[in-house]
């Protein structure tokens, strides 16, 4: 079955420290690859997509993602953390065969001081 | 640039009761996707379309209804309003795969 897993529901990191947010996919060819970010009671904005072409991507907010196709797994990272970057983080993947985009069930982050 | 409105922001329904969800897009977009979102659950896939008068399910469809006469709107209808209902429901609008436009939601309590 289709399905885009976010393994961690909940990740704590000091501001300044590097981080990591996980996302794996399961579909049987590749597909577009996003990932947004949520801050409370808004909508939901890009941070970055891969459609083809170079794994690493760069994203807004100093955010870069890379594409491992052996793995199926599209993590998001940034290399130090601002206590702005508190927000829910959701991985989405386009499934191209289907037109349809499906969501994993999100990441939020809490920064501590 | 007004980008994907949808209205009302918020509502109060009672069990039974119908409403329909609004969602408007003035960017052309020939995609557009309904879903909600409940705490800890992402956002799940109700309903999309991908042109004026072709829609789809997706994976929670049970309870709602969707028409695409426009380009530019695409309505959500709840039929028999249920407490499962009790959501936070978000339209989305994109050129065929690409970057997805949201938005802000809408907060729809049924009691």
């Known amino acids: 079955a289709q399905s885009v897993t976010q393994p961690d529901i909940h990740i704590t990191v000091s501001e300044g420290a590097s981080l990591e947010l996980r996302c794996n996919y399961s579909y049987g060819a590749t597909p577009y690859l996003f990932w947004y970010v949520q801050s409370p009671g808004q909508g939901l904005q890009l941070l970055l997509k891969?459609?083809?072409?170079?794994?690493l991507v760069q994203g807004i907010k100093g955010f870069e993602a890379e594409f491992k196709r052996s793995q199926s797994s599209f993590n998001l990272r940034k290399p130090s953390v601002h206590w702005s970057d508190a927000a829910e983080y959701f991985c989405a993947v386009f499934m191209n065969r289907d037109d349809k985009i499906i969501f994993g069930k999100g990441t939020r982050l809490h920064i501590l001081p | 640039n007004a980008g994907v409105t949808q209205t009302p922001k918020f509502r109060i329904l009672k069990i039974g009761q119908s409403m329909t969800l609004q969602c408007t897009q003035d960017m052309n977009h020939n995609y557009m996707y309904w879903y909600r979102q409940d705490p800890g659950m992402g956002l799940k896939l109700i309903y999309y379309s991908v042109g004026a008068g072709i829609t789809d399910k997706g994976e929670v469809p049970n309870g709602y209804n969707v028409s695409r006469s426009t380009t530019e709107d695409f309505p959500l209808r709840l039929e028999l309003a249920a407490p499962s209902q009790t959501s936070v429901y978000f339209c989305?609008?994109?050129?065929?795969?690409?970057?997805?436009?949201f938005g802000q939601g809408t907060r729809l309590t049924v009691v």
């Open positions: 989305a609008s994109s050129y065929s795969g690409d970057e997805a436009f």
């Open positions: 891969y459609f083809s072409g170079d794994t």
